[in-house]
């Protein structure tokens, strides 16, 4: 879908793949023709030139004519909107394709910043009513992130794979620890720590700003690598084939880890704004309900 | 003794294999040093980390090597002897080496290494954000629920729970947390009511009435009656037909409702007055729909606005109001003969005499009769004490080096002020006899019984044209009936418009009052509509000085509109000269 979003540059590889990849496979931002983009696209034009053309006393806000009929629109969008959650569960009931849906979600979720904000007649306040419109501003942000990032951030995910599955990093990191663990038998009882706490650590237990911050990060195994370092004078010592190979093997591992922190960054970015477009649409869903009965309640 | 080393490995498979061989020797080396005699690759354990021996009476001594201890039976210790017969568990790491003791004598040693997780199975779920991440199920529920019982529950539970569903704004009959309803501040005038919601939306689910608002403003006046504004407006179009279709199910009260036009949480502030479009839409053409109105069309003051009219005393010494059109010859008659030309001249006997006067300059100027209202809205009415007496005195007598003055406004006093005067030379009752002594005229108990046909004389001359009465008022009748005119001042001169002196202050008097060259009382010195439109136009002409609109002047709902019977129209009736106390002005 990359390739749909704008041209690219990495090379002849990639413009091969991405075109084979485009001949069969249509992008939902795509689907047929950006008829839903342009479908939207209208709707927030003629949202704007009518808010311009229409003489509402004293000034436009929700609650004339015209706003109510913005606010029933906005309610329906969005309703229909939070639909997709249950739809996507769905395997394709009815004619249109999931594809076709999301196209729709996406492209009339964007226009619903414009007929939400005509809504409001830019009268903003602490209130359930302005509550329910930063709620819905949100989470069409994070919508579009998430667009932004399923446009682009797949091409990273499998960069950095190259070719290997997530079982097989975790299978590498394994088989490394197991050499890790042979290697360093032989050592002090000084470094033998260091190495365990190396094996000890737990790759996956990072938080989410952890996840964010990705490779690179200081972590028991570069402590390790840092303290059995080259810069250790060996030649007298025993063990230091051992130590040679413990250092190699925890290069390896370093870099093992970082591709493993590569994949979950990529990840987290990936998915990261689901953890906001998710729970806020229903908290968008509990305002507007709060929003529509508190505005009728006191009529 | 010997030790029987039996280790345990598993296969990739699962599989067993059991490998045994004996160590001979009375000590047993244990750790990770190949040069022991069991070897226990686990980093966690010692390069010599335990040594075990026999003590002399066969028991077996496990000893730790360096600082570090060891785990046997559970317990951590650095040094345990037990009986090989009833054997013990050592662990190191990741390996337990289980002691027994074989029936050949020979004691034997179980090494086992534990089953270890490498590859975690469930680690590759572990790449997905969610393992970092609260269930996003979860969190939706919380947020929905926090939300609903914010902003729902506890207002509509306060509001529907209330014992007293009276409007309050405080204690605990208010409705808690409605604060989060409102929708923008309320116009300053209901600033009061920012709190107390319930003031207004009294019921649930049904809009402001206009009970509601009557409730407070009591006293509004009807702009006109409903059949006669529905027939000014005339049909609606089929658009704003439907719209007045749909608010009626949702059950506005309909396009006359207070909240039509008054729509309040738009911030604090006035709240904004109507816009000319408002007034226009029925007051263009309104003599078309409505026939027999009084009023002219208008729609811009600027352009379409009928010539100004005021609400005048037209006939003398009548306190009937007419209206005349403001045309520059209008005329009233209130009763006073007060040329302003002559008064603000500057070079005449009146700027002499203003002159002379140390309360004045060199001549007489508007506010040196015309004093402001409070407000400096309007002016009061001229007062012959505070504002001409200072030059047209009423002193009529002086004892020693004190002047009597004459009371204005009572015709009767003066009369009683005059004829009791008995300084005035009295013709004798009698002829030819002369009282004797003290008595006569001027001893010191002289009396004047002469009829006092000179006083008579100075009353009839004073209300005459030419007297101190005449010198401003109009005279009436003769000899015992003698009396002036009623003098009638307006203080307002527009029925329905408004206006504001405050407003105008940086302007001359003179720019819209032509007094300085009017020679009759009876001018009435009130601008034309062409001088307002010397800066007022309407409110589309933003080159205009001041682009007005109608409610700059107007109001939708008269303040006065019903107290207009009520109040005083003119001088209050025991200002007026010629008249018995106690009698109607007003008749």
């Given at each position: 879908m990359a390739s749909l979003i704008g041209g690219h540059d990495e090379g002849e590889t990639y413009a091969e793949i991405e075109q084979r990849r485009s001949s069969d496979h249509e992008s939902f931002l795509a689907h047929r023709a950006f008829f839903w983009a342009k479908l939207a696209a209208i709707l927030a034009l003629f949202v704007v030139a009518t808010y311009l053309l229409v003489d509402v006393e004293p000034r436009h806000n929700g609650g004339s004519w015209y706003g109510y009929t913005l606010?029933?629109?906005g309610a329906g969008l969005i309703a229909w909107l939070a639909w997709l959650g249950i739809?996507?569960?769905?395997?394709?009931?009815?004619?249109?394709?999931?594809?076709?849906?999301?196209?729709?979600?996406?492209?009339?979720?964007?226009?619903?910043?414009?007929?939400?904000?005509?809504?409001?007649?830019?009268?903003?306040?602490?209130?359930?009513?302005?509550?329910?419109?930063?709620?819905?501003?949100?989470?069409?942000?994070?919508?579009?992130?998430?667009?932004?990032?399923?446009?682009?951030?797949?091409?990273?995910?499998?960069?950095?794979?190259?070719?290997?599955?997530?079982?097989?990093?975790?299978?590498?990191?394994?088989?490394?620890?197991?050499?890790?663990?042979?290697?360093?038998?032989?050592?002090?009882?000084?470094?033998?720590?260091?190495?365990?706490?190396?094996?000890?650590?737990d790759v996956f237990g990072a938080g989410l700003v952890a996840r964010l911050r990705g490779p690179g990060g200081q972590d028991a195994t570069r402590r390790a690598l840092a303290h059995i370092s080259t810069g250790r004078a060996y030649?007298?010592?025993?063990?230091?084939?051992?130590?040679?190979?413990?250092?190699?093997?925890?290069?390896?591992?370093?870099?093992?880890?970082?591709?493993?922190r590569r994949q979950m960054r990529t990840k987290a970015l990936l998915e990261i704004w689901l953890y906001i477009h998710v729970p806020l649409t229903f908290a968008l869903l509990a305002a507007l309900v709060a929003h529509i009965i508190s505005v009728f309640y006191y009529w | 003794m010997t030790f029987l080393i039996r280790t345990i490995d598993h296969t990739a498979s699962g599989r067993e294999i059991v490998r045994d061989r004996e160590v001979e020797g009375a000590t047993l080396t244990i750790g990770r040093a190949t040069t022991n005699d069991v070897v226990i690759q686990d980093l966690a354990v010692e390069?010599?980390?335990?040594?075990?021996?026999?003590?002399?009476?066969?028991?077996?001594?496990?000893?730790?090597?360096?600082?570090?201890?060891?785990?046997?039976?559970?317990?951590?210790t650095g040094n345990v002897q037990f009986d090989p017969a009833t054997g013990g568990t050592l662990a190191l790491g990741l390996y337990s080496l289980a002691f027994a003791k074989e029936p050949d004598g020979q004691v034997l040693v179980i090494v086992r290494q534990e089953e270890r997780e490498l590859g975690d199975r469930d680690a590759v779920r572990k790449f997905d954000l969610a393992s970092a991440m609260p269930n996003k199920r979860v969190v939706a529920?919380?947020?929905?629920?926090?939300?609903?019982?914010?902003?729902?529950?506890?207002?509509?539970?306060?509001?529907?729970?209330?014992?007293?569903?009276?409007?309050?704004?405080?204690?605990?009959?208010?409705?808690?947390?409605?604060?989060?309803?409102?929708?923008?501040?309320l116009s300053l005038a209901h600033h009061a009511l920012e709190n107390n919601c319930e003031a207004c939306h009294v019921a649930p689910f049904v809009s402001v009435r206009d009970e509601t608002c009557l409730s407070c403003h009591q006293d509004i006046g009807d702009h006109a009656p409903q059949n006669r504004l529905a027939i000014s407006r005339g049909p609606m179009s089929s658009g704003d037909a439907l719209l007045w279709q749909i608010a009626d199910v949702f059950g506005k009260e309909g396009p006359e409702a207070c909240t039509t036009c008054h729509t309040e949480h738009e911030g604090a502030g006035r709240m904004e007055p109507a816009a000319q479009q408002f007034c226009s839409s029925c007051h263009e053409t309104m003599d078309a729909r409505l026939a027999d109105t009084a009023l002219g069309n208008a729609h811009d003051f600027g352009t379409d606005h009928p010539e100004l009219q005021a609400l005048v005393h037209g006939k003398l010494g009548s306190a009937k109001l007419t209206r005349v059109t403001l045309d520059g010859k209008a005329?009233?008659?209130?009763?006073l003969r007060f040329p302003h030309a002559m008064h603000l001249s500057t070079t005449n006997g009146v700027a002499r005499m203003a002159g002379n006067l140390p309360e004045y300059g060199e001549a007489l100027v508007c506010a040196d009769c015309h004093r402001p209202t409070d407000d400096r809205n309007g002016f009061l009415p001229v007062d012959m004490e505070s504002d001409c007496e200072s030059c047209h005195s009423l002193v009529y007598d002086k004892v020693g080096s004190t002047f009597r003055t004459l009371r204005h406004g009572d015709v009767a006093q003066m009369r009683a002020d005059l004829i009791a005067m008995d300084r005035a030379p009295r013709s004798p009752i009698t002829s030819g006899l002369r009282r004797p002594g003290e008595f006569k005229r001027g001893g010191r108990y002289f009396q004047d019984f002469g009829r006092p046909t000179q006083n008579y004389i100075g009353i009839a001359r004073a209300l005459s044209q030419e007297g101190v009465c005449g010198e401003c008022h109009v005279p009436t009748g003769s000899g015992a009936t003698a009396s002036v005119m009623p003098v009638f001042q307006r203080s307002h001169y527009f029925l329905n418009g408004r206006f504001d002196h405050e407003a105008h202050v940086q302007e001359d008097c003179t720019s819209c009052h032509a007094a300085d060259t009017s020679d009759s009382a009876k001018d009435l010195l009130l601008p034309t509509l062409a001088t307002c439109r010397d800066c007022h136009q309407g409110a589309d002409a933003v080159e205009a000085d001041v682009p007005s609109t109608c409610a700059m002047c107007h109001s939708y709902h008269p303040p006065a509109f019903r107290g207009r019977k009520k109040g005083p129209q003119s001088v209050p009736p025991d200002r007026l000269a010629g008249l018995p106390s106690g009698r109607d002005a007003n008749r």
């Amino acid at each position: 879908m990359a390739s749909l979003i704008g041209g690219h540059d990495e090379g002849e590889t990639y413009a091969e793949i991405e075109q084979r990849r485009s001949s069969d496979h249509e992008s939902f931002l795509a689907h047929r023709a950006f008829f839903w983009a342009k479908l939207a696209a209208i709707l927030a034009l003629f949202v704007v030139a009518t808010y311009l053309l229409v003489d509402v006393e004293p000034r436009h806000n929700g609650g004339s004519w015209y706003g109510y009929t913005l606010g029933t629109l906005g309610a329906g969008l969005i309703a229909w909107l939070a639909w997709l959650g249950i739809r996507k569960r769905r395997p394709t009931p009815g004619s249109w394709s999931l594809a076709g849906w999301t196209s729709a979600h996406v492209y009339l979720g964007l226009s619903l910043a414009v007929v939400g904000t005509m809504h409001t007649g830019f009268q903003l306040g602490w209130n359930v009513h302005t509550l329910a419109w930063v709620l819905m501003m949100l989470v069409i942000l994070s919508g579009a992130y998430g667009v932004m990032v399923y446009a682009t951030l797949p091409r990273a995910l499998s960069e950095n794979r190259r070719q290997m599955t997530r079982e097989q990093m975790i299978e590498s990191l394994s088989a490394i620890d197991r050499q890790l663990e042979l290697a360093a038998q032989p050592l002090s009882r000084e470094d033998t720590d260091v190495v365990v706490e190396a094996l000890e650590q737990d790759v996956f237990g990072a938080g989410l700003v952890a996840r964010l911050r990705g490779p690179g990060g200081q972590d028991a195994t570069r402590r390790a690598l840092a303290h059995i370092s080259t810069g250790r004078a060996y030649d007298d010592d025993a063990s230091d084939l051992a130590q040679q190979q413990v250092r190699s093997i925890l290069g390896k591992r370093s870099s093992q880890i970082d591709q493993i922190r590569r994949q979950m960054r990529t990840k987290a970015l990936l998915e990261i704004w689901l953890y906001i477009h998710v729970p806020l649409t229903f908290a968008l869903l509990a305002a507007l309900v709060a929003h529509i009965i508190s505005v009728f309640y006191y009529w | 003794m010997t030790f029987l080393i039996r280790t345990i490995d598993h296969t990739a498979s699962g599989r067993e294999i059991v490998r045994d061989r004996e160590v001979e020797g009375a000590t047993l080396t244990i750790g990770r040093a190949t040069t022991n005699d069991v070897v226990i690759q686990d980093l966690a354990v010692e390069q010599h980390h335990v040594s075990a021996s026999f003590d002399e009476r066969g028991r077996v001594k496990l000893e730790a090597q360096t600082n570090r201890d060891f785990a046997f039976d559970g317990y951590k210790t650095g040094n345990v002897q037990f009986d090989p017969a009833t054997g013990g568990t050592l662990a190191l790491g990741l390996y337990s080496l289980a002691f027994a003791k074989e029936p050949d004598g020979q004691v034997l040693v179980i090494v086992r290494q534990e089953e270890r997780e490498l590859g975690d199975r469930d680690a590759v779920r572990k790449f997905d954000l969610a393992s970092a991440m609260p269930n996003k199920r979860v969190v939706a529920w919380l947020g929905v629920l926090a939300i609903l019982a914010a902003f729902l529950a506890v207002p509509v539970w306060t509001n529907l729970a209330r014992a007293d569903k009276q409007p309050g704004a405080d204690g605990i009959d208010q409705v808690a947390w409605d604060a989060s309803w409102s929708t923008g501040k309320l116009s300053l005038a209901h600033h009061a009511l920012e709190n107390n919601c319930e003031a207004c939306h009294v019921a649930p689910f049904v809009s402001v009435r206009d009970e509601t608002c009557l409730s407070c403003h009591q006293d509004i006046g009807d702009h006109a009656p409903q059949n006669r504004l529905a027939i000014s407006r005339g049909p609606m179009s089929s658009g704003d037909a439907l719209l007045w279709q749909i608010a009626d199910v949702f059950g506005k009260e309909g396009p006359e409702a207070c909240t039509t036009c008054h729509t309040e949480h738009e911030g604090a502030g006035r709240m904004e007055p109507a816009a000319q479009q408002f007034c226009s839409s029925c007051h263009e053409t309104m003599d078309a729909r409505l026939a027999d109105t009084a009023l002219g069309n208008a729609h811009d003051f600027g352009t379409d606005h009928p010539e100004l009219q005021a609400l005048v005393h037209g006939k003398l010494g009548s306190a009937k109001l007419t209206r005349v059109t403001l045309d520059g010859k209008a005329r009233e008659d209130h009763g006073l003969r007060f040329p302003h030309a002559m008064h603000l001249s500057t070079t005449n006997g009146v700027a002499r005499m203003a002159g002379n006067l140390p309360e004045y300059g060199e001549a007489l100027v508007c506010a040196d009769c015309h004093r402001p209202t409070d407000d400096r809205n309007g002016f009061l009415p001229v007062d012959m004490e505070s504002d001409c007496e200072s030059c047209h005195s009423l002193v009529y007598d002086k004892v020693g080096s004190t002047f009597r003055t004459l009371r204005h406004g009572d015709v009767a006093q003066m009369r009683a002020d005059l004829i009791a005067m008995d300084r005035a030379p009295r013709s004798p009752i009698t002829s030819g006899l002369r009282r004797p002594g003290e008595f006569k005229r001027g001893g010191r108990y002289f009396q004047d019984f002469g009829r006092p046909t000179q006083n008579y004389i100075g009353i009839a001359r004073a209300l005459s044209q030419e007297g101190v009465c005449g010198e401003c008022h109009v005279p009436t009748g003769s000899g015992a009936t003698a009396s002036v005119m009623p003098v009638f001042q307006r203080s307002h001169y527009f029925l329905n418009g408004r206006f504001d002196h405050e407003a105008h202050v940086q302007e001359d008097c003179t720019s819209c009052h032509a007094a300085d060259t009017s020679d009759s009382a009876k001018d009435l010195l009130l601008p034309t509509l062409a001088t307002c439109r010397d800066c007022h136009q309407g409110a589309d002409a933003v080159e205009a000085d001041v682009p007005s609109t109608c409610a700059m002047c107007h109001s939708y709902h008269p303040p006065a509109f019903r107290g207009r019977k009520k109040g005083p129209q003119s001088v209050p009736p025991d200002r007026l000269a010629g008249l018995p106390s106690g009698r109607d002005a007003n008749r």
